[in-house]
């Protein structure tokens, strides 16, 4: 009898696939979230990727909407429905953007979408695979944020150098020059002129070395980052204190100071930068508005934020004032110390240090009446920080 084996003729039985086998090719990706979405959006199947990255067990999500995944501003940019749309136009959705997981935390993912077709051309839902980029979002993020800090370093050297060799060299050179004069004829001057020139040594001085320590300040936040030590803080108090030690400064020129921030406010920052933030902003405040004007501090929860306004009623700024405040060159700091309304370094300070909190400062002005100086802080100590880096697009094949 002839053997079946030794039988070229005879065609081994093949294995076909079933269901249950793709099914488990799909839950061995742990790096992938996989799922499917019926034609309304409804999610019907999960993979055990999916609950690896996104925190939902199968059963948590089935039934749910395919907008459980997107955060809260895509979801008012209608981000979700733009990607079926690409879909349906040229047959897939590709991006890259931040997903909330259920425990609420942020992850970065590389997406893409794609329709599902029954084997009669059925249109019956759409594919979602999700690959978690996070760790190398965050790496794009720190080389990104890191050459950034060396163009404004670069940026800013000049100006810094200038007022090393001008905005203090000079005035020192006043002051020793006034001092000298005064040695040499102090016996012969009448106490009234010696007086006043007492007055500008002394006025001078004391501007020579606040300009000082706003330098020391400048290259703290730059150089020292070991000081930095961000806490959970009660904004409420932090504003009340130093509205209190500025009360005697606003209330000789008749200025109403006064905040409205909430008992429960608070805030993830360092302690002493936010000490120098809101003196800043405020005496800024306090020497740009005219005798009766009013100064007032509030705050408002945003997102997983706070948004600090210091509103005045002073003199205000053109655009092209505004435009520059943050960017200071020699001219514009030399004018300014000219007419006592400081160097402008404590606002490259305030900036730096919301920067370093993960804060950022910009400013609504009207000439003749008034300016608002608003802030960000985080309320919370943040998970990941989401940088203007997050348009760049990885490759699909990452």
Same mark, same amino acid.
């Given at each position: ?5 030794? +039988?070229?003729?005879? @065609? ?14 799909? $839950? ?9 979405? $019926?034609?309304? %959006?409804?999610? +019907? ?8 990255? %996104? ?28 990607? =079926? ?44 695979? @999700? ?50 004069? @005064?040695?040499? +004829? %102090?016996?012969?001057? /009448? ?41 959970? =803080? +009660? ?34 920052? $360092?302690? /002493? ?33 706070? =948004? ?85 697009? %990885?490759?699909?094949?990452?």
């Amino acid at each position: 009898m002839e053997n079946k084996q030794d +039988n070229p003729k005879v @065609l081994k039985k093949r294995y076909i696939p079933t269901a249950a086998f793709y099914s488990q090719i799909i $839950d061995s990706l742990q790096d992938y979230s996989i799922f499917t979405l $019926d034609k309304d %959006f409804i999610i +019907n199947s999960w993979s055990s990727g999916s609950t690896k990255i %996104f925190g939902y067990e199968t059963e948590e999500v089935i039934g749910e909407s395919f907008d459980l995944i997107f955060t809260e501003n895509d979801l008012e940019n209608g981000v979700p429905r733009r990607e =079926i749309e690409t879909t349906l136009i040229e047959g897939r959705a590709t991006d890259n953007r931040w997903h909330i997981a259920k425990d609420k935390s942020l992850f970065y993912a590389y997406g893409l979408v794609f329709p599902l077709i029954g084997f009669d051309g059925e249109m019956l839902g759409y594919v979602k695979i @999700l690959r978690d980029l996070t760790e190398r979002k965050q790496s794009e993020d720190a080389i990104k944020n890191y050459v950034k800090e060396l163009e404004e370093l670069n940026t800013h050297k000049e100006s810094v150098l200038a007022i090393l060799s001008h905005d203090l060299r000079s005035p020192l050179s006043a002051i020793i020059g006034t001092a000298k004069y @005064l040695k040499d +004829n %102090f016996h012969k001057m /009448k106490p009234d002129n010696v007086q006043e020139m007492l007055d500008l040594l002394y006025k001078s001085s004391v501007d020579e070395l606040e300009m000082l320590d706003y330098l020391v300040e400048w290259a703290r936040i730059k150089y020292a980052s070991d000081l930095f030590s961000p806490t959970k =803080i +009660n904004l409420n108090e932090f504003i009340e204190k130093i509205i209190k030690s500025l009360y005697e400064s606003a209330s000789v020129n008749a200025i109403n100071l006064h905040h409205e921030i909430e008992e429960n406010a608070s805030v993830f920052a $360092d302690g /002493k930068m936010l000490i120098s933030i809101i003196q800043n902003i405020v005496s800024n405040a306090i020497k740009h508005t005219e005798k009766g004007g009013t100064i007032t501090v509030t705050a408002k929860s945003m997102d997983d934020k706070i =948004i600090v306004q210091v509103k005045d009623t002073g003199i205000g700024m053109s655009k092209e004032i505004v435009d520059r405040l943050f960017t200071p060159q020699m001219k514009t700091l030399s004018e300014a110390r000219k007419k006592n309304k400081g160097a402008g370094i404590g606002l490259l300070l305030v900036k730096g240090f919301l920067e370093k909190n993960g804060g950022e400062i910009w400013v609504e002005s009207i000439e003749g009446e008034g300016s608002s100086f608003y802030f960000t802080l985080p309320i919370d100590k943040p998970q990941y920080k989401i940088g203007s880096s997050d348009e760049i697009m %990885f490759d699909e094949s990452a």
